[in-house]
Structures are given as C-alpha cells and as structure tokens.
C-alpha cells in the first residue's frame, strides 16, 4: 500500500500525510491484510479517528487521507464519503467563524506593513555596515530574508520556497524557482497548482 501511495501521490508533503495516517491506522488495528482493514473496519476506523483528534480540521484531513486508500484500491465507501463531507463543513463554518473573530481593519494591517518595513530597512543598512551579516548567516540576515520574501513577494508556504532553485532562466515548469537575472519568483509546485502558477516579481 505504501509503494501505490508514493507511485500515486507526486507531492512528499502530501504522501507524508497519507502515509502517517496508514501507519498511524495500521499500529491500532493491527492488521495486515489492507483490503480487510478496509473493507471490514469503517465504523472504527472513522471511531478511531474522531476519538483521536478534536479538531475538526485534523479529522477532516486524518479521514481524507486514509479514503485516499481506498480510492487506489477502488473500494467504496459511502460511509467514508459521508464523514469527509460532514467535516468539510464543519471546517468550513469553524473557519469561517475564526475569520469573523479575527478580522483587523486596513488601518492596522497598514502600521504592520510600515512597522516591517522600518526593520527591513534597518537591517539592510546594518548588514551592508557589516557583511559578515550575511556571508556567516547570523540572524540579522536571516530576518532580514524572511522580511524580503514577505514584503516584496507577499505571504509563502515554507514547503513552496524551502526547496526553491536560484537560478538565471526560466526554462522549468516543474520546479519551485528564483530567477536572479529577471527577479522573478515562480511557484509552479503549491497547494493550489492545478489552477495556476504563482509567479511573483520583485519590486
């Protein structure tokens, strides 16, 4: 199950997931064979889950990722699909509320902005003083990067620029890449790269 999984899932990050849910799963039940866990387990392996975990979110994704067995075995389960969709809209409607809670207003998301923006150029100033800063890594430079990144090309994932390639082209769609010649960042590898690239320039 595990060699289907890593065949079927291109992103690590998302077979990562799958695959702690399968083992996770596996380490309670107990049971070797996959079809018959699958197949004769439902009612527990949902119970197992929602017992585990509190959060609806957590549940949705423990589901989504044991289901996903299922599906490249081609197993149905309605059951299953029934409980995903059910903590969709819980996750949904708890988002949503959490939104509602936590909305600022454009006046302070602006003093944030220029608070930022006064670091930034304060580091900058301190690392060109001082290049040491930079060529040994301290954690100025390291601020002083992340304030770059957030500033110049708005709000990444850390698994969309961690594996980032630097490079002087733009000749790869099937990489994560910063362009040092055009300035450009191009996310082609994202949570949502089915809809589209991202492709960001700095300013």
Known sequence: MTKILKEQ???KNTFDNYYRCLIDLYNHIKLTDINALLRTNEAEIINYIENKYENSST???????????????????????TKIEEYKYKTKTQRDKEKDMNKKDT?????????????????????KNNLSLLTEWKQEAQLY???????????????EIINSLITD?????????INIKSK????????NDKKRTKNNRVR
Do not use: A
């Not at 302070?108 to 301190?126: C, R």
């Not at 992340?146 to 709000?155: A, C, D, N, S």
């Open 169 to 177: 082209n733009d000749d790869n769609d099937k990489i994560n890449y």
């Open 9 to 11: 899932t291109p992103k």
């Open 184 to 191: 450009n960042l191009v996310i082609n590898i994202h949570k």
């Open 145 to 159: 990067c992340l304030l770059k990144l957030y500033l110049e090309y708005g709000v990444l994932r850390s698994s």
């Open 107 to 127: 006046d302070e998301g602006d003093k944030m902005i220029e608070e930022f923006k006064k670091h930034y150029n304060e580091l900058e100033q301190k690392i």
């Open 59 to 81: 549940i949705k994704s423990k589901l989504c990722g044991i289901y996903k067995c299922y599906k490249l075995l081609n197993i149905k389960s309605d059951l299953f699909k």
